[in-house]
């Protein structure tokens, strides 16, 4: 995303504080509509002549549809490649391979053609690996990088705690019941669906809320599963699976405040 106006016009139609963004810096936000109900989170990295937008894959035509209303953007998804180097090694790996090291969460560096950001999809210390869609090969065959499947990295996501859009966190969220209140700024003024978000806040009324969740057994419970307590609904699952390191299911769901 580019233009002079880049920063005033993202500002004003997501949930954090853009225009105070230094060239190396980054944050984690929400797209609202106009009922201040989720449409995407995001990450932004603030580049030099540019904004770079990150996101997942289910809702770049969503953000694509929404942005293209308002701001001058490309989008670059067809020829970049994202690694994500995540766990407890991953700083170390990066540094025996020759790539910068970013210490502040959201801050990048330039790695040749490719830059690396401290950020993380399973919650766990990590980095995403932004480089040309050609270079993947290469990067994926580097020494000690081992390749992770996608359940063993949404066990570790459960592990963590971290929702996931389309999972967790959907176009019927609002801000406040996910739990991520990093993404949100309260006092930057004014933003699409800034009304709900600051409604919710003024008058500290939830129904429900994002919360991980550890269930002891071996059986794990569907996206959907209701938890029951004195005959009333008390939770809802939203994803859920066996955590073989901690021998039990781990999970996330909406709290029912009540």
């Not at 991953?90 to 801050?107: F, H, K, N, T």
């Not at 459960?158 to 700024?185: C, F, M, V, Y």
């Not at 409604?199 to 059986?219: K, N, S, T, Y």
């Not at 569907?222 to 609904?233: D, E, F």
Request: aromatic share 6%; glycine share 6%; net charge negative.
């Amino acid at each position: 995303m580019n233009g002079d106006d880049r920063a005033r016009l993202l500002h004003a139609i997501t949930t954090n504080h853009i225009q105070q963004l230094t060239p190396g810096t980054g944050c984690y936000l929400f797209f609202l509509n106009a009922q201040g109900r989720l449409l995407a989170d995001a990450n932004i990295l603030c580049r030099e002549d540019h904004l770079l937008i990150d996101t997942e894959p289910e809702v770049r035509e969503r953000i694509y549809a929404h942005l293209d209303r308002y701001v001058t953007f490309e989008d670059t998804t067809a020829r970049t490649t994202t690694l994500a180097v995540e766990g407890p090694r991953s700083a170390e790996v990066l540094a025996r391979i020759g790539a910068p090291v970013p210490e502040a969460d959201y801050a990048f560096a330039p790695w040749g053609s490719r830059l690396v950001a401290r950020l993380s999809s399973t919650g766990s210390p990590g980095f995403f690996v932004f480089a040309p869609v050609d270079e993947q090969p290469a990067l994926i065959a580097q020494p000690g990088i081992e390749q992770a499947d996608a359940e063993a990295a949404r066990i570790v996501r459960l592990e963590h705690g971290k929702p996931r859009n389309g999972e967790d966190i959907t176009d019927r969220s609002l801000a406040q019941e996910t739990n991520q209140s990093h993404a949100l700024h309260f006092s930057k003024g004014c933003y699409l669906g800034q009304e709900i978000v600051e409604r919710v806040r003024a008058r500290a009324q939830l129904h429900r809320g994002l919360m991980p969740l550890d269930i002891d057994g071996l059986v794990v419970p569907a996206p959907g599963t209701r938890l029951i307590t004195k005959g009333n609904a008390a939770a809802e699952i939203t994803s859920a699976a066996f955590s073989p390191a901690l021998a039990k299911v781990v999970a996330l769901a909406y709290l029912h405040t009540a």
